[in-house]
Structures are given as structure tokens and as C-alpha cells.
């Protein structure tokens, strides 16, 4: 009586407030809902409002109004940010409307036994796009079924507000009507398929029973179910307990902070029921769930189907089961039951002649919602195709479709027709692999070489690729050795058997193929065989080659029958082009050889490091050239055994291993697996000769100056320098066979290295007519290997003037002519200094003899001084501590007074100490009673003596000799030794006793 007087009241005030208003309505099943065979009409608005018909009536509350209507209380709502999003109706008035909502055209348009009919709400809750969260809606209805399906998107953006303590809620509340009496029972069970239902039912009379089952025999229960997702919360209870906004609401109101309070009445009231789900962090959801309305029973499926050719041989066949939730024949593809498990058996009436079938029992379901099932007649016979076992009854039975006469039958014809499908051909004595079963797995086939035999073995294949084991072949087999044509049996045929096959053989026979059978080589064949009274053909699963036996090196260029280190014409290690030709002798051969560079002999006889570069080119008719081969060593080099190779003319059988990682020609193992390469077999002839490319100059670290220190301009020998020098081919790389008699650069001639100096300070040339010439010494060293530790010593001329100490760098750019072709460098500097190191440095020096007097009595010493211009003047050259000189080339002159030869006697102590050398004359003495007082001149030959030029070592006169330090200038410097002429510097003292 409430409840009506609420709807009168609000319909008036609707009308005055709101006048008509249109809202988008769809039916699903428009037609339906109005007897017992045509299942339920839903009609469902763009808010979401809901009327469902059945038996010609409305099922929820006001069971004469359809939406969009104020008088419908029920809908889909969403709690967001602490405010209710959904409609207003007569019951509630507090909810915000969305911001937008809508809702789809049916599809399909109409709907007939087992179809799905769809259409899809979309409601958006607030107007700022990019954080409000929105819900998406697909309501389907499977004809007649007495349920509704909601399958639900919730997208809540990142940028949405919520969390655990302020979630967004789903609700979908309902106020009931069952079948024409408001009044029902709470109930909450757990169905067969362990889904939780919630609803209310109608009692019939007394008081409402156990809340967690349904009583048997009922017509009506309004119900959610669950269907993908978990319901968070539920309730079943008093109809306006649903729309209540007080401050103190009941368990199942929706308007409440808090969610539903997961409990059912057991009063029998008029009842309404909700459902809800939470979520409490951004992300995209998913769920579903069934709103029933009529019987709680949904059949799994329509009916099982089976899908045939209608006849087959003796060979196995295959057909094809599933179960179909509609009841059409065949099962349109969205009606197959993809979900759960179901199991069962085919049967075949009669049972006799036996027909055998795999899998047995067959499984469909989650996993496959088509089965594969193989059977095989024994005999030629008739069935009758059925299925027993089901884990679950289909509700219409079985239903079997002739895939060849589109038309439903279970009649199925086995002839009597030989069981072969295909055949295998592959390698003689391997298990035979069911590439059907198992697609990755392998029948080989080896490679083979011209001229040996090789057997195959054929095998005769079932439609379910099982070796038939009764094939028999009435006129015989062709095997045929056939090019590959992508991955299938080509046209050309290398070559061909005819064979028998028996029974006996057991599904398989052993074919060999002998020398004279094979005439030429294929890198890609495959084995065709065809029975040639039923015309099936089979293509060998794998691929093979037919290589040649050997490769023939038929000429060189140039070629050196007598190898030696003069012999001509002359190639550039890793420049200059030589020419090499090969041949199989099989002119359908079109591979391209190789060099293999760890199979070169050098001129000594052992096996080369040099490496040949360039290529061949692919053959044709069975020869093939190249011409810009080059070779990265000196000397001479002749090809061993398989230094010239093919290795990939068998490239469909290396990747796999189906031949021996060889040159093995006559096979190994069992079955015999040929080598994948073959070379020649014969050494070839000597090709050359070869010389480097060009030296390489690499600078020492260290030097060695002429005086410790530093050296003299023209000082001979002078600095010496080591530095490396190597024989280099065009890639840089050391010729490590450029030694003995075949290294033609002579390493003491100072010339060949083109030396040159220049001033370190600036790079610039030396001035003032410094020169660099070569030493004395010649340079010395040693090639082994292609390097040579040289060292060389430089003289530079003494400059026309004096000149300040500077510091010099000097390069070198070796070159040698060999037979017209010069070997040249690039100029390097032979010294590098390190960190903190200098280049080496030169002084112009002078020498000079310092006069000297005192007492004929005692011994006088006479300084010779080294000196250098040091850019003002000269002065002592402290660092000289290596210059000597020796005292027969001081010539004594010139005496004076009653000083006579060989009255003082010269000897000297060398080398000097810190630039000076000290030279002694013995004291003259007394003769006779007479003083030997007087003055001798000291000379140093700095280079040759004058002729009569004498000097006094011992206490005869001998003649001076040359000097040997030309650095010191051209002018010989001269000193005065006095004795007795002036005081000498000591005071002697008497003592008397």
C-alpha cells in the first residue's frame, strides 16, 4: 500500500516537472517474454533502467511499466568520491545523473534458436575527460534462455580519486516482482559449476526456509549469478531498504558510505536484491555476471556434433567433434563450447568389422573447442556414428554433418581401397620419425659423392603419417632423384629406379643407387617416389647434395717451377694481383671454391702463415677462376692438399649435420655420412715470387750520444741510433719470411736508409752547412722474421761557424730496388724521445792547450781544456769526460832558453775529467851545474801531424803522430810549458839540525 501510494504521487509529479521525456531504449528478444517456449524479452534503457518479460508479464517492480520509467526502481549504480552516480526513480531521488550515457543497437537485429543478441551501455560519471571513471556495459541474451548476461569494463584512470579507504563501488540493485507477487525469500547458494547465485524466490505458503538452498519445483527465482569475477558484497531485503538515504540506513541500502551488508532476509517481505563490486585503485577491470529471471537451469550445451567426410580407405581418417550451445548444424563458430571440460568416446554400429579410433576418450573444453579424432576401418563396411560416455548430455543428442554433402548424417563408408597416403624416402637403416605427429622431427637424408653408391630406404606412409605396414604396390614404385623446388620435389631428375614393393617389405624397402647410376653432381635434391598404378606421389621431407669428388688446381699465374730469391716476375706481398683456376671435371658443377690459408706451403717447405686474399668466382661448366688473388707473405707458396676447398656446395645438409665435417670421400659410419668439403687433392705448383709491400720504420727509445752526454758536430763515430726496422705487406702486417736469402735489403749500407736531420727545435734543416753523412761505422743488424734490430751511426759535419749547442732528430726512409720493383717506406723518425727525455743534442767544440809555468826543479802540468760555443763565447765543456788524447800526437816545439829535446819528458793521463785532460812534463833539472831553464811549445794534432813534427815521451825524441778528433776544428791548438823564467809558485824553506 506504501509502495503505491509513493508511485501514485511520483508519476503526478514527474508529469508536472519533467513532461516527456525520451531516453534510448533497446530489447533484447523484442518478440520474446510472452510464453514458455520463447524465453525472456529484456528491455534495458541508456541509464540502465531494466524490464524483463516473461510469460507475458513484467518480473520486476512496477511490473507494468518498461523504462525509461520513474516507476521502475532498478538500475546499475556507481559510488565514486563520496557521491552516488545513477538515475532517480520513485524510490530514490538522491543519486547524481551520469554525465553521459548511451546505449547501442541490438546485434544482431534478430534472434532465433541459440543466437546471442548484444547490446552495450556506456556511461561516463563527470565531465573531466581524462580522470572520471567510466563504465562499459555488453548485456547478452542467448535465445530462450531464462537469463541475462552483463559482461562489465570499469576503466578508472590513473588520475581518478581513489583508494582503499575511498573506493569506487558497482552496484546492481533490483526490486523484484516475481511472476506476480512482490513478496520472496532471501536465498545465497553455490550452483553445480561453483558459481555463487544471489536471489529471492515466491513461497507458496508457511515460513521461508533455509536461506542457502532453492526448495524444489519452483517457477520463478530473480537472481544474480555470478558468472567471471567474485561478487564483493550482496544483499537480500526489504524493497525500500535499497533506496533508503538515512542516517542511520539498513544493511542493504546503496546510498551508504560503507558497502553492502552480505546478508539475507528469511522474512517473506517484499524483497529486492543488489549486488557490488569495489575497487580501490586505478586500472581496467573485467566481470560478468547472469541476472536470471525463470528457472536457475542452463543446459551446457545444445547438442554434440560430429563432423565427417562420409567415406574413407583403409588408410586412417580423421573427423571432428565438438559441443554447440546452439542448435544449428553445422555449429556456427561462436556457439562452440570453449569452456570447462567435456570427455566421451565415438561409437560405431555395428561393431563389427572393428574400427579403431585415437584419441580415445576425446577431450573438448577450455584447451580446444574442436577435437581431432584418427579412426581406421579394418574392413570395408558401413557405420553408424554415435558417442557414448559424455561427462555431460548434450540437450538435443548427437547431430553428425557430411562435410561433403553439406548435409546431416551419421552414415559413415569405409572402401576397400589399399591404405597409402604418401611416402618418405630417407637414410638406409634410421628409425623412421612421424613427421605428422611430430613436425619437428627428422628423416635425413645424407650427403652423397660422385663416385660411391648410397642406399635409401623408401617408406610407405598412412594419412596420419604411420608407417603402412600391409601397402602393397601392384606395378611398382619409380624412385627418382629430383631437384629441390622450394621445399618440394622439382622437375629435373638426376636419376631413377624402378623397384617392387611387397607386402613383405613391411611398409619400407631399401633402395641403392650405385656409381654408374649417378653421373653428375645437384647441391639440392630431393627423393620423389610414385606408385605407378594408384599415381601417389610422395616428396622426401628432407633435402640433399651431390657433391663432386675433388677440385683439380689446373693452372697458376705466375708459376715458379724452380723457386728462388731471385727469381722474376716479382708480386707485392698483399698488392699485387696472381690468378688461380680449378676445375671438378663435372660441368653441371656451379659452386664457388675457397682458399684455405692453413694449407699454403712456403718455399722452405713448411706450412705458411701468409694468408691469400681475394675470391673465386662461382664455376662454370666445372672450372672456376680468380684473379685477384693476393698473398700476404715474401717468398714463394704452392697450395697443399685441400688449400683450395668447397665447403658449402652441401649447405642443405651442413646446417643439420647430415654430413661429416671432412673431406671423407668414401663415407663413415653406418649409414655412411660423406665428408661436406672436397679440395683438391694433389699439391699445386709454386706461385711467386713475392716481396713487401713496404718498410716500416719504428723509433727507438734510447740512443747513444758520441760523449756520454751529448755529441761533438763532426764527431765520428758520432750518435748511434737503434730503431726497427720491418718488411711490411699492403695491410701492415710484418713478412715474417722476409730473412736469409730472400730479405734483398742490405742492412749495413748506410745509404739505403736515406737519412735525414733536422733541428728538433723547429723541424726545420740544419744551417750553416751542418750535414748529415754516414759514420764511420756502418750500420749493423740482422733480418729475422721480417724485423731488423738496426743501429746506425751518424756523423753531422761541423758547422761553417760557431754555433749554439742544439738538438737534432733524424728520420729514415729505407728503400731497396727488387728485380724493377722498388720496396719503399714511409720516413719516420729513428728516435722517439720518452716522457721527460730530449732529443739528442750536438756542440761546436774547440780545444784548447793552457801555458803553464814553474821551477825546473819539479814537474809541470799543462791543462788542455774542451771547450764549446755555448752562443756567446766558449766555454769548458764540463760534460766532456770522454775525449782522449793520445800523448804521441802532442807535438814539442819551439824550445827556447837552455831548455833542450827531451830534457822534459810528456806524458798524459786521459780520457779528460769534466772537459779537461791535465798533460805533465818531468822537471828539466840541473846538467852539468847549469839550470835547464827555458820554454817548450805543446801542439795537439787534432788531426794528421806535419812532417818533422817530434815529441818527447821518453828520453829520446820520437816522431808525433796523427790525431783523431777532428771535431775540435782544423787548427791545432798550442800551449807554452816555461820552466825557471819566472818564479814558480812555491816558497821552499831550509831547515837546519
Not at 534472434?111 to 555488453?138: E, K, Y
Amino acid at each position: 500500500m506504501i509502495k503505491n501510494v509513493l508511485i501514485n504521487l511520483l508519476y503526478v509529479a514527474m508529469i508536472i516537472f519533467f513532461g516527456n521525456v525520451h531516453a534510448e531504449v533497446r530489447q533484447l528478444n523484442k518478440n520474446g517474454g510472452t510464453n514458455a517456449s520463447n524465453g525472456l524479452q529484456i528491455s534495458i534503457s541508456d541509464t540502465t533502467q531494466m524490464q524483463v518479460k516473461r510469460l507475458g508479464g513484467g518480473q520486476l517492480y512496477n511490473p507494468g511499466a518498461y523504462p525509461d520509467n520513474n516507476l521502475l526502481d532498478n538500475g546499475v549504480y556507481i559510488r565514486y568520491n563520496n557521491r552516488m552516480y545513477g538515475l532517480n526513480h520513485f524510490a530514490y531521488a538522491s543519486a547524481t545523473a551520469y554525465n553521459s550515457d548511451s546505449i547501442t543497437s541490438e546485434q544482431p537485429s534478430n534472434i532465433s534458436q541459440g543466437v546471442t543478441q548484444s547490446s552495450t551501455s556506456s556511461l561516463v560519471l563527470t565531465s573531466a575527460s581524462l580522470s572520471t571513471p567510466r563504465v562499459s556495459i555488453a548485456w547478452k541474451y542467448t535465445y530462450p534462455l531464462d537469463y541475462v548476461t552483463a559482461e562489465v569494463t570499469v576503466t578508472i584512470p590513473l588520475t581518478a580519486t581513489v583508494s582503499s579507504s575511498n573506493p569506487i563501488r558497482y552496484y546492481h540493485a533490483v526490486d523484484t516482482y516475481l511472476g506476480g507477487d512482490d513478496r520472496g525469500c532471501g536465498v545465497r547458494y553455490t550452483d553445480t559449476n561453483g558459481k555463487r547465485v544471489i536471489g529471492t524466490y515466491p513461497l507458496t505458503n508457511g515460513n521461508c526456509p533455509s536461506s542457502n538452498s532453492l526448495p524444489a519445483n519452483l517457477d520463478v527465482v530473480e537472481s544474480f549469478r555470478e558468472r567471471s569475477g567474485k561478487f564483493d558484497h550482496y544483499c537480500v531485503g526489504f524493497w525500500s531498504d535499497f533506496w533508503s538515504t538515512s542516517t542511520n540506513p539498513p544493511s542493504c541500502a546503496i546510498s551508504k558510505t560503507g558497502s553492502l551488508g552480505d546478508t539475507i532476509t528469511t522474512t517473506y517481505q517484499d524483497t529486492g536484491v543488489a549486488i557490488e563490486y569495489d575497487f580501490t585503485a586505478p586500472g581496467v577491470y573485467t566481470f560478468s555476471y547472469d541476472f536470471v529471471v525463470g528457472s536457475t537451469f542452463v543446459p551446457d550445451y545444445d547438442h554434440f556434433e560430429i563432423r565427417h567426410a562420409g567415406s574413407a580407405t583403409l588408410c586412417p581418417t580423421e573427423v571432428k567433434v565438438l559441443a554447440c550451445l546452439s542448435s544449428a548444424v553445422p555449429c556456427p563458430d561462436n556457439q562452440l563450447v570453449s569452456s570447462g571440460e567435456l570427455t566421451g568416446s565415438l561409437t560405431f554400429a555395428p561393431t563389427t568389422p572393428t574400427v579403431t579410433e585415437s584419441p580415445d576418450p576425446f577431450t573438448l573444453g577450455t584447451n580446444q573447442s574442436i577435437a581431432t579424432v584418427t579412426m581406421q576401418g579394418s574392413a570395408a563396411a558401413t557405420y553408424t556414428l554415435g558417442v557414448s560416455g559424455l561427462t555431460k548430455t548434450p540437450l538435443s543428442g548427437v547431430k553428425c554433418y557430411n562435410t561433403t554433402t553439406n548435409a546431416q548424417s551419421c552414415s559413415f563408408t569405409f572402401t576397400n581401397t589399399p591404405c597409402v597416403n604418401t611416402f618418405e624416402c630417407m637414410e638406409n637403416t634410421l628409425t623412421y620419425n612421424n613427421r605428422t605427429s611430430n613436425p619437428s622431427a627428422r628423416n635425413p637424408l645424407y650427403t652423397k659423392a660422385i663416385g660411391a653408391s648410397f642406399d635409401v630406404d623408401v617408406v610407405a606412409l598412412l594419412a596420419n603419417g604411420a608407417q603402412s605396414t600391409g601397402y602393397n604396390s601392384t606395378l611398382g614404385l619409380n624412385v627418382s632423384l629430383v631437384s629441390d623446388d622450394s621445399g618440394s620435389c622439382g622437375s629435373t631428375i638426376i636419376a631413377t629406379k624402378q623397384v617392387a614393393f611387397a607386402a613383405s617389405d613391411n611398409g619400407r624397402k631399401k633402395v641403392t643407387f650405385s656409381v654408374a647410376d649417378i653421373t653428375r653432381p645437384h647441391p639440392n635434391l630431393r627423393c620423389k617416389v610414385t606408385d605407378i598404378a594408384l599415381l601417389k606421389t610422395g616428396c622426401s621431407s628432407d633435402n640433399f647434395a651431390i657433391r663432386p669428388a675433388s677440385l683439380t688446381v689446373t693452372s697458376v699465374s705466375p708459376q715458379q717451377l724452380s723457386p728462388s730469391n731471385t727469381s722474376t716476375p716479382v708480386r707485392r706481398a698483399g698488392t699485387d694481383n696472381f690468378s688461380v683456376t680449378v676445375s671438378t671435371n663435372e660441368p653441371t658443377y656451379t659452386g664457388t671454391p675457397k682458399v684455405d690459408s692453413g694449407k699454403l706451403d712456403t718455399h722452405a717447405g713448411i706450412t705458411s702463415v701468409g694468408q691469400v686474399g681475394g675470391s673465386f668466382a662461382a664455376a662454370t661448366l666445372g672450372v672456376s677462376s680468380g684473379s685477384t688473388f693476393t698473398y700476404s707473405e715474401v717468398g714463394h707458396f704452392r697450395f697443399q692438399v685441400q688449400g683450395v676447398y668447397d665447403d658449402t656446395y652441401a649447405t642443405v645438409d651442413i646446417a643439420n649435420g647430415d654430413c661429416d665435417n671432412s673431406f671423407e670421400n668414401n663415407g663413415v659410419g653406418t649409414p655412411k655420412r660423406f665428408g661436406c668439403k672436397f679440395g683438391n687433392t694433389a699439391v699445386s705448383s709454386y706461385i711467386g715470387r713475392f716481396i713487401p709491400d713496404h718498410f716500416k720504420v719504428t723509433a727507438g727509445s734510447t740512443y747513444t750520444d758520441g760523449c756520454g752526454t751529448f755529441t761533438y758536430f763532426d764527431q765520428d763515430p758520432g750518435l748511434i741510433t737503434p730503431f726497427v726496422l720491418e718488411a711490411k705487406n699492403s695491410a701492415d702486417v710484418t713478412t715474417q719470411y722476409y730473412t736469409g736469402d730472400y730479405a734483398l735489403f742490405n742492412l749495413s749500407t748506410w745509404t739505403n736508409y736515406s737519412f735525414e736531420a733536422k733541428s728538433a727545435s723547429n723541424n726545420q734543416a740544419l744551417t750553416n752547412g751542418a750535414t748529415l753523412t754516414a759514420s764511420s761505422q756502418s750500420p749493423t743488424g740482422t733480418w729475422g722474421a721480417g724485423i731488423a734490430n738496426v743501429r746506425a751511426a751518424h756523423k753531422i759535419t761541423r758547422p761553417n761557424t760557431a754555433v749554439a749547442p742544439q738538438t737534432v732528430k733524424i728520420s729514415a726512409q729505407p728503400s731497396v730496388n727488387d728485380s724493377g720493383v722498388t720496396i719503399n717506406s714511409t720516413r719516420a723518425d729513428v728516435f722517439a724521445p720518452a716522457s721527460g727525455s730530449a732529443y739528442p743534442g750536438f756542440r761546436f767544440g774547440r780545444l784548447a792547450v793552457t801555458s803553464a809555468h814553474g821551477s825546473e826543479l819539479l814537474p809541470l802540468s799543462v791543462p788542455i781544456e774542451a771547450q764549446y760555443w755555448n752562443g756567446i763565447g766558449y766555454v769548458r765543456n764540463v760534460n766532456d769526460s770522454c775525449t782522449s788524447i793520445a800523448q804521441s800526437t802532442i807535438v814539442m816545439k819551439n824550445y827556447k832558453g837552455n831548455l833542450n829535446a827531451c830534457e822534459t819528458q810528456l806524458t798524459v793521463s786521459s780520457p779528460m775529467t769534466a772537459g779537461v785532460l791535465r798533460a805533465r812534463l818531468s822537471a828539466p833539472g840541473v846538467t852539468g851545474g847549469t839550470p835547464n831553464t827555458g820554454s817548450v811549445d805543446l801542439e795537439v794534432n787534432l788531426a794528421a801531424a806535419a812532417g818533422g813534427e817530434m815529441t818527447c815521451t821518453s828520453a829520446t825524441a820520437s816522431s808525433a803522430t796523427n790525431g783523431s778528433i777532428p771535431w775540435f776544428g782544423g787548427t791545432d791548438p798550442v800551449g807554452r810549458a816555461t820552466f825557471g823564467i819566472y818564479k814558480a809558485p812555491i816558497i821552499y824553506m831550509r831547515e837546519n839540525f
